[in-house]
């Protein structure tokens, strides 16, 4: 057990890039960028681009040029596509069309995404009523053809340019509406937006500061995506001959007037007709190459925001099996709910993790596992696990030397899959072992979990399990690897209090026989100071106490700390008054000041903890406290 007396305050570290993190992000986005279908498409979309500039600048005298002695004339040497009624090269017409043809596209898809976003974001700020009304109208109005959307208004607003336009965009709109809804109904399910909402936050706000940020990036793939079916959808409205009109021509309209020639001089059609297509294909495949290489970027961003140590913080702890440095963890709008977190781990030692909810003891956890939810930040002095800088850690080395449990073990088990099949991938994807030595190693673990017959219950799914084994299995699961570090996030509150027991012996077992590390993370203190041999205390983003638990109860010195073992229960606690709880509440991520932030809720506090942040400091042997009141 130990205490780490290295910390050093957050924000005065000089960042540089994690060269190798950036690499594997460049390799990968390169990846897709290299595939045949983005090439396809990034050359046909420049190919768009350049006509749409030139083509007017070259062509366009031509395009207008009329010769009454080549009147709808076939392919020829001086005419490839042919001619129109009034002796009109269509080659270069249908060049010259370009320009029109795609800002008229760009023009549509742009009123279908701002109508959709906001017909899809309404029901987020509407009253209950409201919202429904929208609902209803946008799953009417997704179940309507979008032909006959379009050319219904289309008809309305007037024949002509803008009415097909306006069609196309209304189209377009409950696509993007019903996206919007399901993508904001996913934020909207999130911690933070239920914390903003408590908070009294108006909804409004809550739309545009939360969740239009974290659903803008799959919008605006769309909206690329979109592009080359507006494109389409205009060319198809003007073949109707409700699209552009004469004297104005577009692709579609081109394709209108060729059209009635094809048996004579097919060649007529063909022309719009090709580049109709290829410039859908064109803006199609680019959108997908966006969405893929979002993807990708997303999944690495956080290794994007990882820093390396400034050469101020000392050389790394050899012995150490977790080292910390400066973690944090930021959300858009200015949300950052860990800060400078420090913590240092020894083989063998179980340390817990303690504060109110949103605290963020799972967020700590979850970018030490790399499992910060898109749109997070993390960054670090330092992050090293088993000695080895977590950046460069391959996904196999990481698997196999950090194990993860979670409150629910329902969700970490695919409820498909039987639980042996689903320990033995572990080994075969992380250790690279044959089918068959993976699911006797399956079977192996499932007995050292102590379930009562592993061979058995390899074969069986998580849902034929109780929820103390299917807890048991998710441990086995982590014990396929040789994890260093496990870290129990709750790993008991689904569970009652008998099997809670089971569990936590199960895991000093696990700890005592492997010499792995254990952070456990609870907000029961009393569950910590009975497991742990070290506590970590954590209020809104930071540690503000660190102890050996077997003090907790005589000697803790933060208020905090205090508070929270005073609301526990004892023998002798009068049950007929109610517990002595914490007045008052923790500042959301997004609002916490400039001193101490538990000075609003300490009967301590003074000016100075209202405006001047204690930094966690030595108090005492193997404890360190973040308190004026105690430390000055
Ligand atoms: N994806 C996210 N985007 C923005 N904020 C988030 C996100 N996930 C968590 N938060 C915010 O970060 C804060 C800390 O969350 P975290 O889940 O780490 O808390 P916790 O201490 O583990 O709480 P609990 O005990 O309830 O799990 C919370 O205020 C939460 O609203």
Redesign the pocket.
Known sequence: MRVDDNARPTGQSEAVPDEGGQARKAASRGVVWRSPSALIGGVLVAFMVVLAIAGPLIWGEAAERIDAGAILQGTSAEHPLGTDNLGRDLLARVLVAGRYSLALALAATLIGAVLGTVLGALPSVLPRRGARLVTGLVNALVAFPGLLLAMFTAVIAGLGARGAVLGIGVAIAPGFARLTQTLAASVAG???VA?ARMLGVPRRRILARHILPNIAEPLILTLAQSLGGALLGLAGMSFLGLGVQPPDFDWGRLLFDGFARIYVHPEVALGPAALVALAGIGFNLLGDTLARAAARSSAGRQESARTEPPRAEGEPDPDAVLEVRDLTVS?PGD?T?VRGLSLTMAPGEIVGLV?E????????AAAIGGLV?YP?TVTYGRLRLGGADIAGMSGKELGTALAMVFQDPMASLNPALRVGGQLSEVAVVHQGMSRADARRRAVDRLGHVHLPDPAKQAGQHPHELSGGMRQRAVIAMGLMGEPRLIIAD?PTTALDVTVQRQILKLLREVVEETGAALLF?S?DIAVVGELCDRVVV?YAGRVVEELPADRLAAGAAHPYTRALIASLPDLDTDRSRPLAGIPGTQP??AQVGVGCAFAARCALATERCRTERPELVVHGPHRRVACWEVTS
């Open positions: 999130a911690d933070y914390a959300f949300s709910p504060g909810s949103g605290s963020g003891k799972s967020l700590t939810p997070g709750e993370i907000h954590m959301a991520p």
